[in-house]
C-alpha cells in the first residue's frame, strides 16, 4: 500500500462507550487522524458509543464521513444527522457488505460482538483472497490483548499460520496505526497447513 492508496477506512466499534473514558479517547484520536489526514471515514451511521465518538471526530478535523445504517436503527432514531453522506440500507448484511465495498482499509476499536463479527469477517476475506484491504485494531487500553493471546493459541494448536497471525497491524497509537495501515503488505502464505 501506498501513503495515498487508502482514501477511505472503515471503523468497527463499540455502540458503547466502555469502562474508560480511554476508548472514546481513542476513538477521537482515530476520528480526528482520519479527518486531518483526508481519509473518509465509513462506519456503521449512529450517534451512539465510540462510533459516534469517531464520527464526530473526524467531522471536527474536517473530514468526511459516510454511515451506514440498518432501516431499523434508523427507524429508532440512531442516525447520525451531521454526516457528509448517509445510507439506509436493509439488513445488518447489507450493511458490513456496503461497508467493506467502500473502505479501502478497515480499523477495530474496542467493541462488542458485532465489532468482533465485522473484523473476523474482513480479516478472513484477506485471507482467502477476495479482497486486499490492511486491517488494523486501534488497541486503545490493551483491549485486544485476550483476543490476541487467543489468535496465538491458533498458531500453536496449528489452525492458523503464524504469517496471518501478523498480517493485521495493532497499535493504540491512530497514527501509528495509519502508517503502519499504509505501508501494509499483503501475506501471501496459503492458509493451509
Given at each position: ?7 477511505s ?51 471536527a ?91 496465538d ?22 497514527e ?7 505501508s ?10
Amino acid at each position: 500500500m501506498s501513503k495515498d492508496s487508502i482514501k477511505s477506512i472503515a471503523v468497527f466499534c463499540g455502540s458503547n462507550y466502555g469502562v474508560s473514558e480511554a476508548f472514546a479517547d481513542g476513538a477521537r484520536a482515530l476520528g480526528h487522524t482520519l479527518g486531518k489526514a483526508g481519509i473518509d471515514v465509513v462506519y456503521g451511521g449512529t450517534t451512539k458509543g465510540l462510533m459516534g465518538v469517531v464520527a464526530d471526530a473526524a467531522l471536527a478535523a474536517g473530514g468526511k464521513v459516510h454511515g451506514v445504517i440498518t432501516e431499523s436503527l434508523h427507524q429508532r432514531g440512531h442516525s447520525h444527522s451531521g454526516l457528509s453522506q448517509h445510507e439506509i440500507v436493509p439488513t445488518l448484511r447489507s450493511r458490513k457488505e456496503r461497508m467493506i465495498e467502500l473502505a479501502d482499509a478497515f480499523i477495530a476499536l474496542p467493541g462488542g460482538i458485532g465489532t468482533i463479527e465485522e473484523l473476523m469477517e474482513v480479516w478472513t476475506m484477506n485471507q482467502l483472497a477476495e479482497i486486499d484491504k490492511p486491517v488494523g485494531l486501534l488497541n486503545s487500553c490493551n483491549f485486544f490483548a485476550a483476543l490476541l493471546e487467543f489468535i496465538d493459541h491458533m498458531v500453536d494448536m496449528r489452525f492458523l499460520p503464524s504469517a496471518h497471525r501478523y498480517s493485521i497491524s495493532v497499535d493504540a497509537d491512530a497514527e501509528v496505526l495509519l502508517d503502519k495501515l499504509r505501508s501494509h503488505t499483503r501475506v501471501d502464505v496459503p492458509k493451509w497447513l
